[in-house]
């Protein structure tokens, strides 16, 4: 029997698909990166960089990353893959470093929630080494945060959406993709200014509405009445108001542009059922509510499936 | 053993606290009623009326009901207890019935989601006997409607809005109480209007905002695209926008003041976040989501407890 396992263990192991992997920004997303590309046994080598040596430490201990980064210019030039999962707000910093020392093989992508401003800031940063520069967007949050709370499933059957730049080789762009398949994501192609039209609607314009709302409460008076009965409609409508305000603000600014028309169209849906309400035109508004009740029920159906 | 039971069976059982129990509307709220004073074994009989003759057959089946009303005449002199479980539309009418054939001990109530509203129609509808019905809301919706979706638990540890008018006699205030309370329920009291603008708040508004996002995107052309991206945050936000579209155009209808005055607050609300967001405001937008954020979640603590 241990004749065998010797023999088992001299058996080459085949060559990873991503011989060195880097990870700026070892929270749950750039975490569960790594986890999920381990799990697939598609890594060699995974290397964290962080603001925070106690959350290296953390995503060391706990098998996330193989080693802290200590010094880029020693860690990029051999890399083939880079992930940047950092906050947008020092994506700008983060890709001037890896700029600098990158490989020529070597693919950048980013895990942000926005994507017209993360490739401007790429744009600014790679100059003529921007094909090499995919970004990306992998459409899964939690209620959690941090290395602690990664997962090596987190991308399972979840989309990402990746928004290549006209300057990106077929190559950069299949590595990238074949990264994301390898965490068992569904992987989607979309320009960078459609991909943060569509988000403003379906996420970043929600979450301000709910915020919106549950500051409306929380600044009267009588606050304690009103939290006092609400029930579980209010409950999941405002869930999304419990996150995280740093985070929220910078999704917010980065895609002003695009949030500031959802709102506007927003403002004028809600303007026509208040105008409805006012003239008490009930008919107006059950159809109002029919549409809404009919494609909101396809979607879900659609989600079921 | 046998004639042990014959002796248990001989033993003359307490009388319930409510002989008979009449309900019209037997539906989810109505139906549910009456199976929670059952399982408290504190109700004689259960006497039906609907609008749809399959709808009673059903709960009577189901035994949510022991008898299904033919003759209003005939049924509401010698009840103890009435609850009118209809559409808040279809109470001026109840009403009108009630009021014509109740006892001077008959004690009535409702179960609709606006109070103001159904005062009014009592205060129209009961004239000197107005002192014998006492309005009620109880908050506790589901997914499923109709009798066959009853359960006696469904008001367990739920709350119940009583709003007593100045007619009631401390007695009927007493005994439309005491049901809920057997029901599992916690009682509240707010005046008619106080709850009118709690509910326009905390239910009425988050519901007409989910209508209004979800209306919005399925009346663009494009719609598929950003229905294609929404995911948990949006899912849990529209959640409410599936409700049904008449009984929200009727809500909405009769709690037309307080609803509108909600709306125009949360308009401010928005235009506030708004012009942050334009004028590039990132501390007053972090500090508003953190406002909200501490409110939702001290809100959630709560609710957890």
Redesign the interface.
Known sequence: MVSDMSELSTVPEQQPEFGKVVIFGVGLIGGSFALALKSARAVGEVVGFGRRPASLREALELGVIDRAGINPAHELGDADLILVATPVGQMPDVFAQIASYMGSETVVTDGGSTKADVASAARAAFGERLGQFVPAHP?A?AEHSGAAASRSDLYQGR?V?VTPLPENTDAALDRVKRAWALCGADI?ELTPE?HDR??A???H???????????????RSD?A??????????????????????M???I??AN?QA??AE?E???A??ND??AA??R?D?DY?????????????A??D??AR
Do not use: M
């Not at 999304?240 to 740093?246: F, G, N, R, V």
């Open positions: 459409i949050g989309k959406v989607y459609l569509v988000f609607a379906v996420s314009l929600p979450h301000l509405l709910a915020f919106a709302l549950v500051r409306d409460l929380a600044e606050a009445l009103f939290f006092d009965f609400a029930a579980s409609g209010f409950r999941d409508f405002t869930r999304i108001a419990a996150s995280h305000p740093e929220w603000r910078d917010c600014l002003r949030l500031l709102i169209a927003y403002q849906q809600l059922l208040k309400l006012a008490n009930g508004l059950q159809q109002s509510f029919a549409v809404a009740r009919a494609a909101r029920r979607w879900g659609k989600q």
